[in-house]
């Protein structure tokens, strides 16, 4: 069983900056392959990001490459999601997920979830 508790989410204006953190508890965190989703109200939930266990690949959205980062630090067993460059397109309820050595673009893939984090980016 692993636990996940996101953070760091807000209100920022358009252009600005935040990263989201999400803290994993219970089993090996290194072992899991990890992905940052999100849902905007009426849409369906968007893989953001993901990365494997080591940190050593990654893999990002179209809408979101070029600005988003998605790091880990296993030894603090906690994944970051640095998003710069928001625009309003970006607010939604940001989820980070765990899979079993996976590192995925499909929900189905991941084995447990977050509660989420709510960003809001204003015009």
């Known amino acids: 069983q692993v636990q996940l508790v996101e953070s760091g989410g807000g209100s920022v204006q358009t252009g600005g900056s935040l990263r989201l953190s999400c803290a994993a508890s219970g089993r090996t965190f290194s072992s899991y392959g990890m992905g940052w989703f999100r849902q905007a109200p009426g849409k369906e939930r968007e893989f953001v990001a993901a990365i494997n266990w080591s940190g050593g690949n990654t893999y990002y959205g179209d809408s979101v490459k070029g600005r988003f980062r998605i790091s880990r630090d296993n030894a603090k067993n906690t994944l970051y999601l640095q998003m710069n460059s928001l625009k309003p397109e970006d607010t939604a309820v940001y989820y980070c997920?765990?899979?079993?050595?996976?590192?995925?673009?499909?929900?189905?893939?991941?084995?447990?979830w977050g509660q989420g984090t709510q960003v809001t980016i204003s015009s």
């Open positions: 997920a765990a899979g079993w050595r996976k590192m995925s673009t499909f929900r189905g893939d991941y084995d447990y």
